[in-house]
């Protein structure tokens, strides 16, 4: 079955609000009416609604790059789900590496922010990868393989239609190393077996598994062209909007 690839841009903890709308605006003049590929923009909070707004009637969608796992409540500073639907997001970012490791969203907090995510209608992108020092003693697999189980394991196979994967080896997140085409697809094929074992066949053969990690024009088109890469997380050259359009049109 044909995937749709997916390719998200996150704008991290970047830009002004004049600079994220003339992001957003010249991705849309450069991508707007994309077919064959979903693209995702993931800009900061403050500038969710104004970027919906941007790209409004084109094929452009908007996510968010977190949420809390709670609908409502005293939690300050935090962000539910359901408010970022109620802005027009489409997508969020799940268990991203810096949310990991910087601030320290657990695999059991990943799980509960994935089902938070599906509770309010949005497509989960859930960020799964290894550190430098597990891949080094060789633990790249166990660690996806517990990522995922914690985060989709108990998760009824029917509410996981729209899920998206993103493997991203963290030692390659802003780095400027990415991995080799035939390492990212090794994983690749690696997590498509685990999603099998996990929810079946079918399931696995149609979820997206996108990869990240110093994704640029220059080297996308050997990750895309991989059989078990569905398209690609970008960081830092999702903001240059000609760059980002090179690695949509690989
Ligand atoms: C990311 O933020 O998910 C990412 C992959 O960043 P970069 O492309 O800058 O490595």
């Not at 949310?99 to 922010?113: E, H, L, N, Q």
């Not at 998760?155 to 990212?184: H, K, S």
């Not at 598994?209 to 991989?226: C, D, E, R, T």
Request: include cysteine; glycine fraction near 12%.
């Amino acid at each position: 079955m044909a995937r749709v690839p997916v390719i998200g841009g996150n704008w991290k903890m970047h830009l002004g609000l004049g600079e994220a709308l003339q992001l957003a605006s010249d991705v849309r003049n450069r991508l707007g009416s994309v077919r064959g590929s979903e693209v995702v923009l993931f800009p900061p909070f403050p500038f969710l609604k104004p970027v919906v707004d941007r790209v409004e009637g084109s094929n452009l969608r908007v996510g968010a790059q977190d949420l809390h796992f709670e609908t409502s409540g005293a939690f300050t500073g935090a962000v539910a789900g359901p408010m970022i639907k109620s802005v027009g997001c489409t997508h969020v970012l799940v268990g991203h590496s810096e949310r990991r490791t910087v601030f320290g969203d657990t695999d059991a907090i990943v799980g509960r922010k994935l089902l938070a995510a599906l509770d309010a209608g949005l497509v989960p992108v859930l960020c799964i990868g290894e550190l430098l020092e597990e891949r080094k003693s060789n633990e790249t697999f166990r660690v996806c393989a517990r990522q995922l189980q914690a985060a989709i394991g108990a998760i009824p196979t029917g509410r996981l239609d729209d899920l998206v994967i993103a493997y991203e080896p963290v030692w390659a997140i802003g780095t400027g190393l990415t991995a080799t085409p035939e390492q990212a697809q090794e994983v690749h094929a690696y997590i498509r077996q685990k999603l099998a074992d996990l929810h079946g066949k079918a399931f696995a053969e149609a979820t997206r598994i996108q990869y990240g990690g110093s994704v640029k024009g220059s080297n996308a088109a050997g990750l895309l062209g991989q059989p078990d890469i569905d398209g690609a997380l970008v960081g830092g050259a999702s903001l240059k909007a000609e760059e980002f359009a090179q690695i949509v049109k690989a």
